[in-house]
T-cell receptor, first 115, second 114 residues
Framework: AQSVSQHNHHVILSEAASLELGCNYS??????LFWYVQYPGQHLQLLLK??????LVKGIKGFEAEFIKSKFSFNLRKPSVQWSDTAEYFC?????????????FGTGTRLTIIP | DTGVSQNPRHKITKRGQNVTFRCDPI?????LYWYRQTLGQGPEFLTY????????KSRLLSDRFSAERPKGSFSTLEIQRTEQGDSAMYLC????????????FGDGTRLSIL
């Protein structure tokens, strides 16, 4: 069975600070990895995804994530956060296969940016 | 907006009543998923469909829960004899069959059991 751990439950940063949110997964096979973001009152939106190839993936709004296979990690980074990045961030994983398999999510990290 | 649509947005009901939620996926998407999210947790998988066929059900889906996707388009999730523990946000997502495509989520239906 798959599992995802997000160690930071609530992160508070000032604007322009750098961000790194941790994500570790457990699964015996090849995986696809995702970061979703949920802004207040909105639906989950895809921030970025990794299927294969370059382990450093870039997403929307200046976010990036690096897949480190040996560490089973997929940490999310942004060099300089903005107040509008205040949201809940979810790391997710599914099995890498021909079909689009169910997602397993972490518990989420609430990010609060102080102006 | 041509995203995933869920109705109603919020449902309040008394314990023991039956409730039904509807999900309209993005039109060309042949896979449809239901997830449940409780406070402080990430979404948890419930079930998913490939067209009208229900391919997998989580053990979280007790026999009080049933989901259908009769014509391979919209889907319904019914909960019979609701319990306090059913209070949650019920999320629907859709995607193309292709494993290299992301899942797109709706706004969810928040269920509150009195």
């Amino acid at each position: 069975a798959q599992s995802v751990s997000q160690h930071n439950h609530h992160v508070i940063l000032s604007e322009a600070a750098s961000l790194e949110l941790g994500c570790n997964y457990s699964y015996g096979g090849t995986v696809n990895l995702f970061w979703y973001v949920q802004y207040p009152g909105q639906h989950l939106q895809l921030l970025l995804k990794y299927f294969s190839g370059d382990p450093l993936v870039k997403g929307i709004k200046g976010f990036e994530a690096e897949f480190i296979k040996s560490k089973f990690s997929f940490n999310l980074r942004k060099p300089s956060v903005q107040w509008s990045d205040t949201a809940e961030y979810f790391c997710a994983v599914n099995a890498h296969s021909f079909g689009n398999e169910k997602l397993t999510f972490g518990t989420g990290t609430r990010l609060t940016i102080i102006p | 907006d041509t995203g995933v649509s869920q109705n109603p947005r919020h449902k309040i009901t008394k314990r023991g009543q039956n409730v039904t939620f509807r999900c309209d996926p993005i039109s060309e998407h042949n896979r449809l998923y239901w997830y449940r999210q409780t406070l402080g947790q990430g979404p948890e998988f419930l079930t998913y469909f490939q067209n009208e066929a229900q391919l997998e059900k989580s053990r979280l889906l007790s026999d009080r829960f049933s989901a259908e996707r009769p014509k391979g388009s919209f889907s319904t999730l019914e909960i019979q004899r609701t319990e306090q523990g059913d209070s949650a946000m019920y999320l629907c997502a859709s995607s193309l069959w292709d494993g290299n495509q992301p899942q797109h989520f709706g706004d969810g239906t928040r269920l509150s059991i009195l």
